[in-house]
């Protein structure tokens, strides 16, 4: 026999079957709606949660597990999801006008290819139902009344009831429907189609409210059999195999649709004209602007925090708090501030600093470079202060104290014993500084937005321009039109040059803590 | 069409089992279906309080709650293209007309049959709101730039550019003319109606008054012309890239310009300053008229909607009224599109003079293509002011690289 329960684990197991109830109830709702969805994938990924889920918290035993479940699974969603999500987008071509299913993508196209017959008069019509069927009870303009369905031609009718306006109302046998039973299929009645006569070309009646129907032409037809859309003068559009209806002269039906396309992106990475011509110049520049941020940055957070670090200085407090401000700012925020205080004829910096000169410092290419390292670097020597600082004042006293003795001089106590300590702790921070200014999106974007531009190149690149706003610019911004896949591709590209650059740093830091 | 209507019958059957199931089983009585969704509508703030009330009324005489949705402006287009596919998008979006492109490029609006209200509303605003013949959108509200005129500095309109120069030097202020440009990008917007007077649109306008996205005009013999002003104007200080829409219009309200290119969101800032202004149409500096890009503003009809009954009820008879078009010109200040709600309100003069020179405008080209167009367009107009080359040399090779990019 086991031992009674204490009414303090009846309360845990209460507590935890309430908990669990909870998280089911999500999960079935879920379930729910992907179901209707047709999710399968994502409908099959929550069940197996769900049942993993309770299948650990309901068991005895296995506490370890109990205890890893909940951050495995926000790992899951919100790190390995988001990096497979966007390493599957980067095989595809998710972007503007190929963001839907096949299926959708057929139904807008046969949506949009209605139009109306130009000059062609508003009827007046009554939704009528019979047997779960629909039917419109049409008043033409003159004052005829008319029964048809959905690819039921219109019919004379006679025995009709109307209202005060004229408008026919009613039929024997069927239900006249209100606004509100429409309402409650509505995509139904908007689909309904009700020939005018026998023959097509005729055109259609068509609902958009439910009380006026007007007559409409379909330019293209679908054949479901060879999933091909015909158009009224015959032309033949076929799947082309990128995601898109294409006819033999190349003309695209919008829109299209997601595909999977291989390699296609990886490759078009590299042949775009617009990435390829500037991508050697725009690299170098990357790489100088990511280490002479870090280089500068870190020079003058050391140089200050060797200077604060004097134990007898006063007003020690005061003097790091405003030292710290840049870095409270938003960094997109201090772009804008900065681009106002550049300004050629009006900035604070040629107009008080300069007297007046109109020195071009965001329009001329190499001023244009000084000028984003220079508010980089405001914007970063805090940071490095504070960590240098912190190093700083974990390297005991003593080393400093002894060195002194043996009759060093304080600039080969810094050079020997300091600066190789404190390298060992700040480093990795340093490696990370790197990896961020590489990828430091905000302050070009708000400062530069890349330019200055040599609009006799051709290409979009300016001359502040790194990899990342270069792609920015051809995946999302003003190349021709958004582009998700190959933004994914770009994406991984960049993590790869990042990554191999961080491995080899992390290598020769290793050559540091040897030293110890 | 078979896909949707599968999944209609899915959706319809699985509702129905669940019904039967929580309602315990209890005898089904062979009614018409209720309605029990809502509008989701995706608006900016500004909207949003107008919107409210009109909302409330539509819950009470149609019973379809409307559910307001806040968004920043900014954000709405390419949200709506991300989310409507998914299936999670609004059922109407608020959106200004040269979105249209990219919002049917992407399958994600609706036509809209305005049936015989096109009629009711600003030409303009009905041809901004149509793509390839089709009419997509509700307008609510036009706007476009018009010249501001220090009357105490320049008593006179003048008649050409030329003419406005030389009485803006005349005049003795800082500056003869004010436009805001941006030191990367000029201002092809502002820009534009100087350059629309020496005949060149950007696409050739075709017969109905929309553009052809494949017949690029910038480069006919106007747009050289306009190119050489550029350079001209450049050099003679009277366009500035360093002068920005903030500096602008604080040299404008400090008095120290006659004349200032811009629209109607800057009347606030001028007004408050005292200074005594007149709006004029924009003097043409290559002979023909010097017309503004129009922009119109209005609704959307997701493609995805599955409450397309009561969305069209909901902008064509309620949107689409006088009373909401005037409340949503109080709160926006921008004329409205309703032709009815507009003869009210250009009882304000400065709404009468501004939609009197968007009277000549074109709407701004609402083609996908326009993205491509901005970038090029902006930055070759900077190193053309600047100096940066021959004018006409540059402006071809601006012609090529978009050409290029838009053939792909």
Known sequence: ??????????????????????????????????????????????????????????????????????????????????????????????????????????????????????????????????????????????????????????????????????RADSLPGFTTLTFNDLLGNQRAITNIAVPLTDDPNDGALRTPDGSNAYLYLSSLTYDEATDTFIDREGRVYRDGGDGAFVNDAGRELIPGW??????????????????????????????????LSVATTFALGLFLAIVFNKPNMRGKKAYRLIMILPYAFPGFLSGLVWLGLFNQDFGFI????????????????????????????????????LICTGALQSIPEELTEAATVDGAQPWAVFRLIKFPLLLVSVAPLLISSFAFNFNNFNIIYML????????????????????????????????????????????????????????????????????? | MKVTSRSLMMTGAMAAATAIVLSGCSAAEPEAPQYEGSLTVWVDADRAGVLESIAAQFEEERGVTVELVTKDFGAIRDDFITQAPTGNGPDIVVGAHDWLG?????????????????????????????????????????????MLRNVDLVAEVPATFDDLIAAG?????????????????????????????????????????????????LGNEGGEAFAIKLREWGAAGILNTNI??????????????????????????????????????????????????????????????????????????????????TALYEVGGRAPALLSAFEAAKSNADVAAFGEVGANGNPMPNVPAMDVVWSDWGSTEV??????????ELWRAMVESIQSKIDG
Request: glycine fraction near 10%.
């Open chain 1, 1 to 166: 026999m086991k031992p009674p329960r204490s009414s303090s684990s009846v309360r845990g197991i209460l507590i935890k079957i309430a908990l669990l109830s909870i998280i089911d109830a999500i999960a079935v709702f879920g379930l729910f709606m992907l179901f209707l969805q047709e999710s399968w994938v994502a409908f099959g990924a929550v069940l197996a949660v769900t049942v993993i889920i309770n299948w650990i918290y309901l068991r005895p035993g296995w506490l370890p597990a109990k205890y890893l479940a909940p951050g495995l699974l926000f790992l899951a969603v919100f790190q390995i999801f988001v990096v497979v999500y966007s390493g599957y987008i980067a095989f595809t071509n998710y972007g503007d006008g190929r963001n839907g299913s096949k299926d959708d993508a057929i139904t807008t196209i046969l949506l949009t290819a209605q139009s109306r017959v130009p000059d062609s008069p508003a009827f007046r019509i009554t939704v009528l139902e019979q047997f779960g069927e629909y039917s419109f009870l049409v008043t033409d303009p003159d004052g005829g009344v008319f029964l048809g369905g959905d690819e039921r031609p219109l019919e004379r009718v006679t025995d009709f009831g109307t209202d005060s306006t004229g």
């Open chain 1, 258 to 291: 997601t595909i999977n396309v291989g390699f296609d992106n990886f490759v078009k990475a590299f042949t775009t004209e617009n990435i390829r011509g500037p991508l050697i110049s725009v690299t170098i520049w990357t790489f100088a602007f990511a280490i």
């Open chain 1, 350 to 385: 040629n107009q008080v600093l300069f007297g007046g000169a109109a020195i071009p410092w965001l329009t001329d290419p190499w001023l244009a470079k000084f000028s984003v390292l220079l508010v980089n670097l405001w914007l970063g020597f805090p940071y490095m202060f």
């Open chain 1, 448 to 516: 530069t937005g890349g330019g200055p531009r040599d609009v006799t190149a051709g290409v979009d690149a300016g001359a502040t321009d790194i990899l990342i706003t270069l792609v920015y610019k051809v995946a999302f911004g003003e190349g021709t039109g958004r582009d998700y896949g190959l933004a994914s591709a770009f994406a991984i590209l960049i993590f790869f040059i990042v990554a191999t650059v961080s491995i080899i740093s992390f290598r020769q830091t290793k050559v540091l803590e040897e030293l110890n």
């Open chain 2, 102 to 146: 990219k919002l049917v490029q992407n399958g994600v609006v609706a036509p809209l049959e305005l049936g015989d209200k096109a009629g009711d509303f600003q030409e303009v605003a009905i041809t901004a709101m149509s793509y390839e013949g089709q009419n997509y959108g509700l307008p609510y509200s036009v706007e476009n730039i018009a």
């Open chain 2, 169 to 217: 030097q005349a005049s003795g202020a800082e500056y003869p003319f004010l436009v805001g440009l941006d030191p990367n990008a000029a201002d092809p917007y502002h820009l534009y109606p100087l350059q629309a007077s020496f005949g060149a649109p950007v696409f050739e306008i075709t017969a109905d008054g929309t553009y052809d996205p494949s017949a690029l005009a």
């Open chain 2, 244 to 325: 920005s829409g903030d500096i602008a219009r604080e040299e404008f309200v400090a008095g120290k310009s006659p004349f200032f290119l811009t629209g109607p969101w800057n009347l606030p800032a001028i007004q408050e300053a005292g200074i005594n202004y007149s709006i004029d149409p924009i003097p043409s500096a290559g002979g023909e008229v010097a017309a503004p890009f129009v922009g119109v503003q209005g609704f959307f009809i997701s493609s995805r909607s599955e409450n397309t009954l009561a969305a069209n009820e909901f902008l064509v008879n309620y949107i689409g009224t006088e009373a909401v078009q």
């Open chain 2, 383 to 392: 190193a053309i002011i600047n100096g940066q080359g021959d004018p006409v």
